[in-house]
């Protein structure tokens, strides 16, 4: 009897793979793992659309005082991003709609007449991605809560089993609690410091790559290949 593989190691693709597929050249500042070949797939059936990714990360960087900021997902940062995308062509809040049709034929072949006809309305209905390309779907989360993740994922799955993309991507973040404890303390609209700590700004129901890849490693994306950026310490830069 062979020895069972665990599901993560089977849908999962090694770093080191994934590095060599997207031609990683952006060092220590994001994580990225790959599930069910997603960078193959970016680089094989959307190789610009993957360098214009590749692009925006390499742009993008987060000072440490606008993670002290108040704003939430919608910092500095966050528009800055945006402005990225749509520097690299990606349309931005990007929303699927369908109606499905369903034909009913009697007997066999294309000449089989048509005995019955359902329109089902809104079959898919107002999914949203934030940016959009090509075959590609493109999300960033910084400080949603963690249930934002299941409507991404479920985005891309229904984008994905339409046709209209082939990968689904996502930025967000790989910050632990040590690192913004360092920080110090949070600053007000006026820069000055208030006594809240920036560790208690980004709490437990926040997002984080562990909580994306875990629903990632439930199946929340269907068939939908995955790839997913997180970003590190060494892609915040000094205030």
Known sequence: MTKPRRVDDAVFDTEDLTKSQLSWSLGQRYSVTSYRSAAAILAQRAPQEMAAVLRVLRDFTISRSEIRAPGGNRMSATTRFADLAAREGFHQEVRIEADLVVKLRAGKGDAAPEIDRIIRDDYIHNHLVDFWRGRVAFDYEWNSKDQTYDRDLYAFRSFFEAGVIDVGVIVTRELSNEFFQSLGYCLDKNGNETDRTVAAKFGASTTGTHKLISRIAAGRSGG???????????NITPD
């Open 224 to 234: 939908c290949p995955v790839l997913v950026f997180g970003i590190l310490p060494d």
